[in-house]
């Protein structure tokens, strides 16, 4: 009866569990722990469904490996972490994030484009400072979504090793992949466009913080 209750989300997050392992690789597991440090792995994303649950199935096959493994993200995913048994730190509230939900919901492109780049700079410091605060120096590695540059300060800051996750093929840019009847200078001009929209809201609060980090 419980299992008909369950959300495809549960059901995802069930199968991937540290508990589902086969008795062969948890032997593998036990011998990369006797072999070498865990590593300290700080996974960070933002945004929906369909985000959380690439990033969780990361997470659990590190922590299937044997590493220490710290979730962050916004609070409305935590009841799935919780059952993958990681720990996991808000970055945004759930009540912020259902705030989001909202002011996209209507949302025009262009609208969403600038609400976007309000995001970035709204998480910048909040995922600058968990990194900072999770930091072992020498045994940390950081998987950090695209578009959390706070990752990237902490990177530059620290020094450890950044994974940086593409989920959207649109984030890679291509003039070969533009439909064939758009000429490939308007193609650019668009692209400039749009950076010119993301510059104007993140440009200013990502320099004051490489600034204040004593970074160029």
Known sequence: A????RSPDDAYVLSQSPASSTTIENRV?????QLHPPINVLVH???TTGDALPFLGIANAIARRGHLVKLFGNGHFRPLVEKLGLPFFDLITKEQYQQRLKERANALDLESLKLNSKYVVEDLRSVHQSILDHHLPGRTVVVAQSYLLGSRIAQEELGFPLATVHLYPMLIRSLRTAPWWIPRPLVRLGYRLID???DAAVAGPVNELRSQRGLP
Do not use: D, L, P
Not at 2 to 5: E, H, T, V
Not at 29 to 33: E, K, Q, R
């Open 2 to 5: 419980n299992q008909s209750k």
């Open 196 to 198: 010119g929209i993301i």
């Open 29 to 33: 597991t036990n011998n990369v722990s």
């Open 45 to 47: 994303w933002m945004g």
